[in-house]
C-alpha cells in the first residue's frame, strides 16, 4: 500500500484513533503525514501546538504531564486551556510514561543516633537550612552504582551528589564536602541535615564533621522511612523518569544518565507548585 493511501485512510480516520498510533500502524511519520494534509490546504487545527508539545516531550525526557506541559506553554507565551492540552497530548499520543511506585527500603546500623529535628516538616523559608540526603542503588549490567545527594527543602534543588561504586562512609562524607564548597556554607549558619539510619549517618566520622561544619543532624525513626520522603521522592523521580527509561549497562553510562537529569532536574524541569524549575526559582524569590 503507498503512503499516500495510508495518509488518506489516517486522515479520514482521525478523529476516532489517535494520529500517532495510525502513523505507528501503518509504518509512516507523522511528519509526512502533516505535510500530506498541509498538501490538502486542510491543515490539522491542532497540528502545530501538537508540534510543539512533541518537541519540549522530547527535550524533557518524556517525563511532562500535561499540567507541566501547560506551565511550560504558559511561560512560551502559548496560552491554552489545561484541559486542551490534555486533549491534544491524548490524540497524538503524547502522554508522558506512568510513574511507578517504588519501595521503602532500610538498611545500616546504629551507633551515633539523632533526634528527628525535620519532624515531617518538609517547608524552609530560606536556602540552606533544611537538607535531607540518602543513597539509592542504580543497576548496571557492571554492578551496582551508588548515588549519594542532597536536596535543599527551600526550592527542592540538588544541592550536590556524588557517586561510587562502593556504599561506603566517605561517599556521604563526600557529598556534604561538595555541597558546603558549592554552597559556601559557614559554621555559624544555622543548618539542619536530615537522613536515616543508615551506617554512614550513624558512624564516628559523620558526626566529626557535622560538627566540623556546625551542621546539625536530624535522623527519621527507625520504621518510619515517610521521615526522609522528600529524600525518597527525588530517587523515585530520578529512576522512573530516567534510569528505568533506558537501563545503563556501564558505570560510565549510569554516571553519563545522572548527570544530565541532575541538570535537567535543577535547570528545565519545571515544578507544579511553583511554575518554574528548582534553580530558577530561587533566583526569582
Same mark, same amino acid.
Not at 507541566?68 to 492540552?85: D, F, G, Y
Not at 511506585?101 to 524552609?124: E, I, P
Not at 540526603?133 to 552504582?145: A, E, F, N, P, R
Not at 549497562?249 to 524541569?269: C, L
Given at each position: 500500500?503507498?503512503?499516500?493511501?495510508? #495518509?488518506?485512510?489516517? #486522515? =479520514?480516520?482521525? !478523529?476516532?484513533?489517535?494520529?500517532?498510533? &495510525?502513523?505507528? *500502524?501503518?509504518?509512516?511519520?507523522?511528519?509526512?503525514?502533516?505535510?500530506?494534509?498541509?498538501?490538502?490546504?486542510?491543515?490539522?487545527?491542532?497540528?502545530?501546538?501538537?508540534? +510543539?508539545?512533541? %518537541?519540549?516531550?522530547?527535550?524533557?525526557? =518524556?517525563?511532562?504531564?500535561?499540567?507541566?506541559?501547560?506551565?511550560?506553554?504558559?511561560?512560551? $507565551?502559548?496560552?491554552?486551556?489545561?484541559?486542551?492540552? @490534555? =486533549?491534544?497530548?491524548?490524540?497524538?499520543?503524547?502522554?508522558?510514561?506512568? =510513574?511507578?511506585?517504588?519501595?521503602?527500603?532500610?538498611?545500616?546500623? %546504629?551507633?551515633?543516633?539523632?533526634?528527628?529535628?525535620?519532624?515531617?516538616?518538609?517547608?524552609?523559608?530560606?536556602?540552606?537550612?533544611?537538607?535531607?540526603?540518602?543513597?539509592?542503588?542504580?543497576?548496571?549490567?557492571?554492578?551496582?552504582?551508588?548515588?549519594?545527594?542532597?536536596?535543599?527543602?527551600?526550592?527542592?534543588?540538588?544541592?550536590?551528589?556524588?557517586?561510587?561504586?562502593?556504599?561506603?562512609?566517605?561517599?556521604?562524607?563526600?557529598?556534604?564536602?561538595?555541597? &558546603?564548597?558549592?554552597?559556601?556554607?559557614? +559554621?555559624?549558619?544555622?543548618?539542619?541535615?536530615?537522613?536515616?539510619?543508615?551506617?554512614?549517618?550513624?558512624?564516628?566520622?559523620? *558526626?566529626? @564533621?557535622?560538627?566540623?561544619?556546625?551542621? !546539625?543532624?536530624? &535522623?527519621?525513626?527507625?520504621? $518510619?522511612?515517610?521521615?526522609? +520522603? &522528600?529524600?525518597?521522592?527525588?530517587?523515585?523521580? @530520578?529512576?522512573?523518569?530516567?534510569?528505568?527509561?533506558?537501563?545503563?549497562?556501564?558505570?560510565?553510562?549510569? $554516571?553519563?544518565?545522572?548527570?544530565?537529569?541532575?541538570?535537567?532536574?535543577?535547570?528545565?524541569?519545571?515544578?507544579?507548585?511553583?511554575?518554574?524549575?528548582?534553580? +530558577?526559582?530561587?533566583?526569582?524569590?
Amino acid at each position: 500500500m503507498r503512503s499516500k493511501v495510508k #495518509y488518506h485512510i489516517i #486522515y =479520514r480516520h482521525k !478523529t476516532e484513533y489517535p494520529v500517532a498510533v &495510525m502513523c505507528k *500502524f501503518f509504518g509512516v511519520s507523522r511528519s509526512g503525514y502533516y505535510a500530506f494534509v498541509h498538501r490538502l490546504g486542510r491543515p490539522e487545527k491542532d497540528a502545530a501546538l501538537a508540534e +510543539a508539545i512533541a %518537541q519540549q516531550r522530547e527535550r524533557s525526557f =518524556r517525563t511532562y504531564g500535561y499540567r507541566r506541559m501547560w506551565l511550560w506553554l504558559k511561560s512560551q $507565551n502559548i496560552l491554552r486551556n489545561p484541559k486542551t492540552v @490534555l =486533549r491534544i497530548m491524548k490524540k497524538y499520543d503524547l502522554l508522558s510514561e506512568i =510513574r511507578r511506585r517504588r519501595k521503602w527500603q532500610q538498611l545500616g546500623q %546504629q551507633v551515633y543516633k539523632y533526634r528527628n529535628l525535620l519532624n515531617r516538616d518538609f517547608h524552609a523559608d530560606k536556602p540552606n537550612r533544611k537538607w535531607v540526603t540518602d543513597i539509592s542503588y542504580i543497576h548496571t549490567k557492571q554492578g551496582v552504582l551508588y548515588l549519594s545527594m542532597i536536596r535543599d527543602l527551600y526550592d527542592n534543588s540538588i544541592v550536590a551528589y556524588k557517586t561510587g561504586t562502593r556504599q561506603t562512609v566517605n561517599l556521604v562524607l563526600d557529598t556534604i564536602h561538595l555541597a &558546603m564548597k558549592q554552597e559556601k556554607k559557614r +559554621a555559624a549558619e544555622e543548618l539542619q541535615l536530615h537522613s536515616d539510619q543508615g551506617f554512614q549517618y550513624t558512624s564516628q566520622a559523620y *558526626f566529626q @564533621l557535622t560538627k566540623q561544619y556546625g551542621i !546539625t543532624p536530624s &535522623m527519621s525513626r527507625r520504621g $518510619n522511612p515517610y521521615d526522609n +520522603a &522528600m529524600a525518597e521522592n527525588f530517587f523515585s523521580i @530520578l529512576k522512573t523518569e530516567c534510569i528505568y527509561r533506558r537501563k545503563p549497562a556501564t558505570f560510565s553510562e549510569a $554516571n553519563e544518565m545522572v548527570d544530565r537529569y541532575i541538570d535537567f532536574y535543577n535547570r528545565e524541569r519545571i515544578q507544579l507548585k511553583t511554575g518554574e524549575a528548582p534553580l +530558577a526559582w530561587r533566583l526569582s524569590t
